[in-house]
């Protein structure tokens, strides 16, 4: 049975880090893809990083503050999330496939998912 379990979220300030993990067990998600989405208050989810076969991908609003990272023998998958804004408040998903069904940005084509974690920042 895969299962995805996110930690790491919290309520910090603005301009602090945060490392969000996301621990998988089930497969090893090593054709497919891992991913973080998230969905702020009133807002849809939406696309915030992935990586696949070692190729990283970014929504623009969080390129160079953020970063994804995966550790294959320890089968997570990591954000960095540095100088925190407001607006980057939500709750942030873990989601991954094993192989390619489309865009890296696009949710509907990843078929597990975490249960998220709260990510707060304060202004």
């Known amino acids: 049975q895969v299962q995805l379990v996110e930690s790491g979220g919290g309520l910090v300030p603005t301009g602090a880090s945060l490392r969000l993990t996301c621990a998988a067990s089930g497969s090893t998600f090593s054709s497919g893809a891992m991913a973080w989405f998230r969905q702020g208050p009133g807002k849809e989810r939406e696309f915030v990083a992935a990586?696949?076969?070692?190729?990283?991908y970014y929504i623009d609003l969080v390129e160079g503050r953020f970063t994804i990272s995966r550790d294959n023998a320890k089968n997570t998958v990591y954000l960095q999330m540095n100088s925190l804004k407001p607006e980057d408040t939500g709750v942030y998903y873990c989601?991954?496939?094993?192989?390619?069904?489309?865009?890296?940005?696009?949710?509907?084509?990843?078929?597990?998912w975490g249960q998220g974690t709260q990510v707060t920042v304060s202004s």
């Open positions: 989601a991954a496939r094993e192989y390619y069904t489309g865009s890296h940005r696009t949710a509907r084509t990843y078929n597990f």
């Open positions: 990586i696949s076969g070692g190729v990283q």
